[in-house]
T-cell receptor
Framework: DAGVIQSPRHEVTEMGQEVTLRCKPI?????LFWYRQTMMRGLELLIY????????DSGMPEDRFSAKMPNASFSTLKIQPSEPRDSAVYFC????????????????FGDGTRLSIL | AQSVAQPEDQVNVAEGNPLTVKCTYS??????LFWYVQYPNRGLQFLLK??????LVKGSYGFEAEFNKSQTSFHLKKPSALVSDSALYFC?????????????FGAGTRLFVKA
């Protein structure tokens, strides 16, 4: 079974450019998460979706960041305009709920997109 | 508010010796607790979780963790370390009471196993 698939694996672009990161969750998973990992701040939750609907976007750093999930098998994280401080590894993860009120399943992570803004 | 502390940035152990990676947590209610491992240039991989029941949880690759409610700890252990266990380890907590999936991760502990 394929895991969470992220693309591209690496992205290098100049400050001010638009960046779009893509994620395909595991089939059947109804939760999708976007994280950012840096040495200074560790692993930060940016936003998560349930059944394609954003549930908590309190971690999105600024209006320059936006995320969408148009269907159950695809999500994007967009940064416009990008800045050097956005350089990080961005992870997508997915999970599922086994029953009403049960949120005890782990998250399955993709291998990330390493983003460098020059 | 939920929080997780991993007090050691790095743990060094010789191959064949037991290892412990420490984790303490804080939640307003009861927790779901998780350990993940990250290898270079890879995403986090799930190792084990505590949901309820037995305080000693067994997971992948011979790892286990002990839930201690009074000490609010969830330390990761392995009886005999392998060089291939060298990686970055994350403890994570989720508050059952919220019913949601918001998970707080610790800062990570880098484990070095020396041959």
């Amino acid at each position: 079974d394929a895991g969470v698939i992220q693309s591209p694996r690496h992205e290098v672009t100049e400050m001010g450019q638009e960046v779009t990161l893509r994620c395909k969750p595991i089939s059947g998973h109804d939760y999708l998460f976007w994280y950012r990992q840096t040495m200074m701040r560790g692993l930060e939750l940016l936003i998560y979706f349930n059944n394609n609907v954003p549930i908590d976007d309190s971690g999105m750093p600024e209006d320059r960041f936006s995320a969408k999930m148009p269907n159950a098998s695809f999500s994007t994280l967009k940064i416009q305009p990008s800045e050097p401080r956005d350089s990080a590894v961005y992870f997508c993860a997915s999970s599922f709920r086994v029953g009403v009120g049960l949120s005890n399943q782990p998250q399955h992570f993709g291998d990330g997109t390493r983003l460098s803004i020059l | 508010a939920q929080s997780v502390a991993q007090p050691e940035d790095q743990v060094n152990v010789a191959e064949g010796n037991p290892l412990t990676v420490k984790c303490t947590y804080s939640v307003s209610g009861n927790p779901y607790l998780f350990w993940y491992v990250q290898y270079p240039n890879r995403g986090l991989q799930f190792l084990l979780k505590y949901i309820t029941g037995d305080n000693l949880v067994k997971g992948s690759y011979g790892f286990e963790a002990e839930f201690n409610k009074s000490q609010t700890s969830f330390h990761l252990k392995k009886p005999s370390a392998l060089v291939s266990d060298s990686a970055l380890y994350f403890c994570a907590v989720r508050d059952i009471g919220t019913g949601g999936f918001k998970t707080i991760f610790g800062a990570g502990t880098r484990l070095f196993v020396k041959a």
